[in-house]
């Protein structure tokens, strides 16, 4: 039986793209027990995820994509906890806009499993936010770490370069909506929702 939990935090700062700045808060996600833990997303402030992690050692800093509010301290965190960055490959263009000079450590691809305190997080590529968003599914923690691609009151934003509105809806129901009606949706902005909730509302 797994002794994993999820500890969340909330960081606010800035997204950039396309010419436009927008002051956001973002949720952020730490799945573990009392000694190991992964992160999930590295938005604004490396001090806001080390308040959530504590002094757990860190097995990777995982990236459901590399907009500058999910990415920005990625590579300062990496240096402070020795964890390895993990990306899927197709955001290497938006990685770029944010981190000319350095990569991420390891590639993401669908059906990548990461364990960590006794659980598994698999990975679901969902491009359309982003090409290379991916959600990560715990199915012994009932939930979704959804990222932009999926929030309460549906699809995450495609009105910027790179993002795809078909393809989102594409991904989300092939991908998403084929996981348990009572999966609960943790965000990567506001409020967990629901896979039946979101089903229902997307229709």
């Known amino acids: 039986m797994t002794t994993a939990r999820i500890d969340h935090a909330v960081s606010s700062g800035t997204f950039s793209l396309d010419g436009e700045t927008h002051q956001v808060d973002n949720n952020i996600w730490v799945v573990g027990d009392d000694a190991e833990c992964v992160v999930i997303d590295a938005p604004h402030s490396v001090d806001d995820i080390m308040a959530v992690v504590g002094d757990r050692k860190v097995k990777a800093i995982l990236l459901t994509h590399a907009h500058d509010d999910h990415s920005r301290v990625a590579p300062a965190l990496r240096d402070r906890v020795v964890a390895p960055i993990m990306l899927h490959p197709d955001d290497k263009p938006l990685w770029e806009l944010t981190h000319s000079d ?10 990548t499993e990461i364990a960590v305190a006794g659980t598994t997080l698999r990975v679901l590529h969902t491009p359309g936010h982003a090409p290379g968003a991916v959600c990560f599914y715990a ?16 699809p995450g934003a495609t009105g910027r370069s790179f993002s795809d509105e078909d393809l989102i809806v594409a991904s989300i129901r092939a991908q998403l909506f084929a996981l348990p009606d009572d999966t609960v949706v943790h965000t990567g902005h506001g409020d967990d929702t629901s896979v039946a909730a979101e ?5």
Request: charged share 25%.
């Open 102 to 111: 350095e990569l991420w450590d390891l590639d993401l691809a669908d059906g």
């Open 139 to 154: 199915p012994e923690l009932g939930c979704v770490f959804t990222g932009d691609t999926l929030f309460q009151g549906g």
């Open 199 to 203: 089903k229902a509302a997307l229709g």
